[in-house]
């Protein structure tokens, strides 16, 4: 039979029904989603307040350094701190971020080396969110540094040869393992002479610290030394140390003549040898221009200075020059004497023999034909003469026999 128009109404608004039923349904079911949803929106991390943060250098810091605005669970945040001074940023989590009444406190350790100044940055995730705060303060760090002067250093020194070692040494009670990277120290040689000196030549073991220096003294004697340590501006830290360095004579070195002085040259030729002699030197340490050299050539004459020259080194010297002969030498001594002029002070002879060859050649010119009248003296040129081989001999070499 069919359905009546009263019945048709009936379906309809059961059906109705039934699907208002199934609508309210999925939006009861939603609903606690779009409530967090709308937490995390309203309630996201916010604000920020950095703490200051007072430390003393070397002590490790364990504190709060910001606060934020959140009330979202502690758990959802991470946190950046940059500490300020150059080192490894931290980053925190967990038990280092916690919450109370709306304030989320961020909690962080870390040891500043040096003292200053230095300002603390902190970053806040909220990892959920998401959604970031960030906010600085300012670290003072204090000077811990309290030095003290080691026991007087004793040792010694060669004059004239460079010295390099320990000088002072301090200990650092409020700091013990302060930064030898932070220290400099001024060394006052006791003979009017400073040096100073940092990085490697300060270092640090078992918390004794200990400052070398090197340094050459021209004389002998006794030099009281002081070195002051002290801490990199903005430390103000300072200790001062004595030392006592004995200075004594040098070594004199050893000279030996290697090879001696062979001269084979002729009148009128500029000789130049620039291996004269060779010496050998017992100090090792010696450079060329640490020497002078005399050459006497064995014709009454000798040359120094400008006119020698001294070449070598690591032991071995040799010395050179140049000499004009002015007339022959059938055989002569060759003298070279070189001399160290450092403290070392030594000095070596080397023996030898020189020549010069004959060079001249004459020939007689044309035949002189002239007057003279008797019982008067005759005074006139008689004969002329060319020297092809020594144009220039020096005419106080010569003798003229007239018949």
Do not use: C
């Not at 002015?326 to 002070?345: F, H, K, M, R």
């Amino acid at each position: 039979m069919p359905s009546s128009p009263r019945n048709s109404l009936r379906k309809k608004k059961a059906k109705a029904n039934t699907k208002a039923a199934g609508s309210n349904r999925r939006r009861l079911e939603l609903q606690p989603r779009l409530e967090s949803l709308e937490r995390r929106t309203l309630l996201s991390v916010s604000g920020g307040t950095g703490t200051p943060v007072a430390a003393a250098e070397g002590a490790p810091f364990s504190g709060q350094v910001a606060t934020f605005t959140s009330t979202d669970p502690t758990s959802d945040f991470s946190a950046t701190i940059n500490w300020g001074d150059g080192s490894s940023v931290s980053i925190v989590s967990g038990g280092s971020i916690t919450e109370s009444s709306g304030t989320v406190t961020v909690m962080g350790s870390h040891t500043y080396s040096d003292e200053g100044s230095d300002t603390i940055s902190v970053l806040i995730t909220d990892t959920v969110g998401p959604s970031t705060a960030s906010t600085t303060s300012t670290a003072t760090i204090s000077e811990a540094d309290t030095m003290t002067a080691g026991p007087a250093v004793t040792t010694t020194a060669a004059q004239g040869s460079t010295f390099t070692g320990t000088v002072a040494t301090f200990t650092d009670t409020g700091y013990p393992t302060t930064p030898t990277s932070d220290l400099t120290a001024t060394i006052d040689w006791g003979d009017g002479s400073t040096s100073t000196v940092t990085g490697a030549s300060i270092t640090e073991s078992s918390g004794t610290l200990s400052v070398t220096g090197s340094h050459v003294y021209g004389t002998t004697g006794t030099e009281a030394v002081s070195v002051v340590l002290a801490d990199n501006t903005p430390g103000t830290d300072t200790a001062t140390a004595a030392a006592t360095i004995t200075v004594t004579s040098a070594a004199v070195a050893t000279i030996t003549p290697v090879t001696t002085p062979t001269i084979s040259a002729t009148e009128g030729t500029t000789f130049s040898g620039t291996a004269v002699a060779t010496f050998s030197d017992s100090d090792a340490t010696a450079v060329a221009s640490d020497f002078t050299a005399t050459i006497d050539w064995g014709d009454g004459t000798s040359s120094t200075g400008t006119a020698v020259t001294v070449t070598g080194s690591a032991g071995t010297f040799t010395v050179g020059g140049t000499h004009l002969y002015s007339d022959e030498l059938a055989t002569g001594t060759a003298t070279v004497i070189l001399t160290e002029t450092t403290p070392s002070a030594g000095s070596g002879t080397a023996t030898g023999t020189a020549s010069a060859a004959e060079a001249d050649t004459m020939t007689a010119g044309p035949a002189v034909t002239t007057t003279a009248a008797q019982g008067s003296t005759f005074t006139g040129t008689v004969a002329t003469f060319t020297d092809t081989g020594y144009p220039t001999t020096p005419t106080s070499d010569l003798t003229a026999t007239i018949d």
